[in-house]
């Protein structure tokens, strides 16, 4: 059974940094596509970046350069790292995963799984 466990939102000043983490408990026998989405209170969730198995990276182009995402599979863990942010980046934070299907790109994967969300706030 899949769990992804998010950590790390908080408050912080425009300009200033957070790292997001996700804990994600996942088959050993399975490769998984693993991407962070948001939501900002009253609008629709928005993807932010995903990372495949060969570690290949897309973001969102309101991220490009200021949010990294990565992985370490030794522990399990997703993270993203989170520099230089924007009020228009508070929104609540998600992780979410989905078995890689050959020959598909992580980026237009439909994700099924997902944590529970934690909070981001940047003020101005």
């Known amino acids: 059974q899949v769990q992804l466990v998010e950590s790390g939102g908080g408050s912080v000043q425009a300009g200033g940094s957070l790292r997001l983490s996700c804990a994600a408990s996942l088959s050993k026998y399975t490769f998984y596509c693993m991407g962070w989405f948001r939501q900002a209170l009253g609008k629709e969730r928005e993807k932010v970046a995903t990372?495949?198995?060969?570690?290949?990276?897309r973001y969102a182009d309101s991220v490009k350069g200021r949010l990294t995402i990565s992985k370490d599979n030794a522990k399990s863990i997703l993270y993203l790292q989170m520099n230089s942010l924007k009020p228009e980046d508070t929104a609540v934070y998600y992780c979410a995963s989905e078995p890689y299907r050959r020959g598909s790109v992580c980026w237009n994967t439909a994700f099924g799984y997902w944590g529970q969300g934690t909070q981001v706030t940047v003020s101005s």
């Open positions: 990372i495949d198995i060969n570690d290949v990276t």
